[in-house]
C-alpha cells in the first residue's frame, strides 16, 4: 500500500493540492458557463483537447501558472479572478 505524500519544505500534502485543484476547477467551469461557452470553446481558445479541459474542471489535472493565465485570458476574467477562490485552501 502506497503512503500518501508528507508535506516538507515547500511540498504539500497532497490531500491539499486536491482541494487546490478541485476549487480552481470549480471556478473555470462557473465562469465558462456564466459566458455561455462550452467546453469545447475555451478548449480550442486555450490550446487543449476538449477531455482535458473536461479534467481540468473536475480537478484532475494540476494548472501551471502559464495554463492559468490562458485560462483567464480563454474565460475574459484575470488570473486574479481564478486564484480569488483559492482563499482557503491554504490550511
Known amino acids: 500500500m502506497m503512503q500518501e505524500p508528507v ?3 515547500g511540498v504539500m500534502h497532497d490531500s ?3 482541494e487546490i485543484r478541485k476549487r480552481l476547477g ?3 467551469r ?3 458557463e456564466q459566458a455561455g461557452m462550452r467546453q469545447t470553446t475555451v478548449a480550442r481558445r486555450i490550446g487543449v483537447s476538449q477531455p482535458t ?3 481540468v474542471e473536475r480537478g484532475h489535472i494540476d494548472l501551471t501558472l502559464s495554463q492559468v493565465y490562458a485560462y483567464a485570458e480563454a474565460l475574459g476574467t484575470t488570473v486574479s479572478d481564478l486564484l480569488a477562490a483559492l482563499e482557503g485552501a491554504e490550511s
Do not use: E, N, P, Y
Request: glycine content about 0%; overall charge positive.
Open 53 to 55: 479541459m473536461s479534467r
Open 16 to 18: 491539499k493540492s486536491r
Open 30 to 32: 462557473s465562469l465558462r
Open 26 to 28: 470549480q471556478t473555470v
Open 7 to 9: 508535506s516538507t519544505a
